[in-house]
């Protein structure tokens, strides 16, 4: 199943609802350049690992395309940018 990401940037947060799934991830802009990461939720599923991996990457890859530094403080966002090394360029 393709998940589709939607970026609601007036509540800070990228989500995924689809099929009673649910998922998102709270950011905040601390300035112009520094996005802070700092709450990820997935609704317990079968797919939790792939809709985890699709939402983080849509998120980091929003944060490259806008030239932003991401900063987390949420443990699960952490792990899994340790877990990709191309994403080390954007991290505080």
Do not use: W
């Not at 995924?16 to 996005?35: H, N, P, S, T, W």
């Not at 530094?69 to 994403?87: A, G």
């Amino acid at each position: 199943m393709e998940y589709q990401v939607r970026h609601v940037k007036e509540e800070g947060c990228f989500e995924i609802f689809q099929d009673g799934c649910i998922a998102l991830v709270k950011y905040q802009m601390l300035d112009r350049e520094l996005m802070h990461i700092y709450h990820i939720e997935i609704k317990d599923t079968s797919d939790c690992e792939k809709i985890e991996a699709k939402l983080v990457t849509e998120v980091l890859e929003y944060a490259r395309k806008n030239h932003y530094r991401v900063l987390s403080s949420s443990s699960s966002i952490r792990d899994y940018l340790q877990k990709h090394p191309n994403c080390q360029n954007i991290l505080l």
